[in-house]
């Protein structure tokens, strides 16, 4: 199994693939170098691999790469960021309560 996490900012969204086949997105709404993550999707034939949670990765990591910073509405994404610490950076310090980080 090949998974590949990229960026279509056509369609304001990080997408997971699966051998080439789309299995979720994470949307995004971009404010200069503001990420906010309001919803994450992986479609139901896709669910249980962990895929969840290498989308999240892979998107925060390229916003890391980037210079910017991520408000983590959905509710997956601040478990994730809990799970991997090396991303709280990412949420700013005046917004990590809002997101119980």
């Given amino acids: 199994m090949t998974t ?6 056509a369609s304001s969204r990080f997408e ?7 299995a979720g997105f ?12 309001p919803h994450t999707r ?4 896709f669910e249980g691999r962990g895929l969840g949670t290498e989308l999240v990765r892979g ?26 610490p090396e991303f709280l950076e990412l949420v700013p310090k005046d917004q990590r309560d809002t997101f119980g980080l």
Wanted: charge should be negative.
């Fill in 16 to 22: 997971i693939t699966v051998d080439g086949e789309l």
């Fill in 59 to 84: 998107a925060l990591a390229e916003i890391a790469e980037r210079g910017g910073t991520a408000l983590p509405y959905c509710p997956f994404v601040p478990k994730v960021i809990r799970d991997h």
């Fill in 4 to 9: 590949t996490v990229a960026d279509n900012p």
């Fill in 42 to 45: 992986i479609y139901t034939e």
């Fill in 26 to 37: 994470l949307d995004y709404r971009k404010d200069g170098d503001e990420y906010a993550l």
